[in-house]
């Protein structure tokens, strides 16, 4: 069907440049009319080349999600990194080697996490109280005062650490399906997270404040009351973010190339080779509630800008895709044809497939970790 990736013989993801630094362009313009720092969330992309598309246009601090990553990071160039995972005490001393090179954002929760980084950091670090204003994967609850309080009084008083301010990630977003539910889930954190910063202040303890989340970051345009925020999906968006209502399909930059290898007309389906280890096991359910892993994207000047609203991916093993098809699909395809699909959430796909393949056929590296 898609002649120009004649050369793809397996699974590949492919990246629309022009559309991923115009996702780019937006979201730095957005945060600099609101005034706060962008620190976007490099574990989608994991990549130095794309990593540097942020550079050129004046981004200087970053999110990763792991050691590992921040080392990747540092070694690019890197400056100013916050590893946004609950500091694991196993890794303090990388975690004092990386302090060494940068300046290291941290994240703590854990009282005994804290007394540990205090005995143990031998370089100055920054740390932000983790705080869990509602979507209840980490952090203190937002209303456990005392615990807030003596947590971040256990930094200050800690000779290597320097008090910075309380961080939340809303992943709660992601179960929401409207502009409007967003904005009141966003208001509703940002309204949480301003409480504990006054509670803190009346301690006489200044806290910046971080928050971002994709969905919250795309949607809400008014981003004032915070200090900083650290989308990363945005860069490449997909189909998740297509149903919460963050993006338009134009606007996704990624879809994986699939050989197609069966076409069974009987049962109206293509087999294609593009499973869990290329696209994961997330799924979006369709408007009868079936579950399904990915959207056929339709080609159209080059780029796609549309998904076929009667074919999904329902099914999906190892390295197997059962996509369930349109008649149009069924008959324009053959196998050996290649199929394009529009991953449920791109970075786990991005992490799977460990590369680019950009729309003009340059490949892309990412950090190997
Ligand atoms: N910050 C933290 C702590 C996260 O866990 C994530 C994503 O999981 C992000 C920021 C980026 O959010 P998103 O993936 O919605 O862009």
């Excluded at 203190?140 to 615990?147: A, F, H, L, P």
């Amino acid at each position: 069907m898609y002649d120009s990736f004649q050369d793809i013989e397996k699974p590949t993801l492919l990246l629309d440049e022009d559309r991923a630094k115009k996702n780019i362009d937006r979201m730095v313009a957005k945060a600099r009319k609101n005034g706060v720092t962008l620190r976007p969330h490099f574990k989608t992309h994991q990549s130095a080349e794309v990593g540097e598309w942020f550079r050129e246009r004046g981004v200087v601090s970053i999110t990763v999600s792991s050691v590992d990553m921040a080392q990747y990071f540092v070694d690019h160039g890197w400056t100013d990194v916050t590893i946004a995972f609950p500091l694991n005490p196993r890794q303090i001393s990388r975690v004092n080697s990386l302090a060494r090179r940068c300046q290291l954002h941290l994240l703590v929760e854990d009282e005994g996490v804290v007394e540990i980084l205090a005995n143990q950091a031998d370089h100055e670090v920054s740390v932000w109280l983790k705080i869990d204003a509602g979507y209840h994967r980490t952090g203190i609850d937002w209303r456990n005062q005392g615990k807030i309080l003596s947590t971040a009084l256990a930094v200050i008083e800690s000779q290597n650490l320097e008090f910075r301010g309380i961080l939340t990630h809303a992943g709660n977003t992601y179960a929401l399906r409207s502009s409007e539910k967003i904005r009141e889930a966003y208001g509703e954190s940002v309204d949480r997270m301003l409480s504990v910063k006054g509670m803190l202040a009346s301690s006489g303890i200044k806290a910046a404040v971080s928050v971002g989340d994709t969905p919250s970051c795309s949607i809400v345009g008014d981003l004032r009351e915070v200090d900083e925020i650290r989308p990363g999906n945005f860069i490449f968006y997909d189909l998740s973010q297509f149903h919460i209502g963050s993006c338009r399909v134009e606007d996704i930059s990624v879809a994986v190339a699939c050989p197609i290898v069966a076409k069974h007309l009987d049962r109206r389906q293509l087999l294609i080779y593009g499973g869990a280890i290329h696209f994961s096991k997330e799924y979006l359910r369709d408007p009868s509630g079936h579950p399904f892993y990915g959207s056929v994207a339709i080609l159209d000047g080059g780029s796609w800008n549309a998904v076929d609203p009667d074919s999904r991916m329902i099914s999906i093993s190892q390295e197997h895709g059962i996509v369930q098809a349109s008649d149009h699909l069924l008959d324009h395809v053959s196998v050996g044809d290649i199929l394009l699909i529009i991953p449920i959430h791109s970075c786990l796909t991005a992490n799977l497939l460990g590369g680019y393949r950009t729309l003009d056929g340059r490949l892309i590296e990412m950090a190997k970790l």
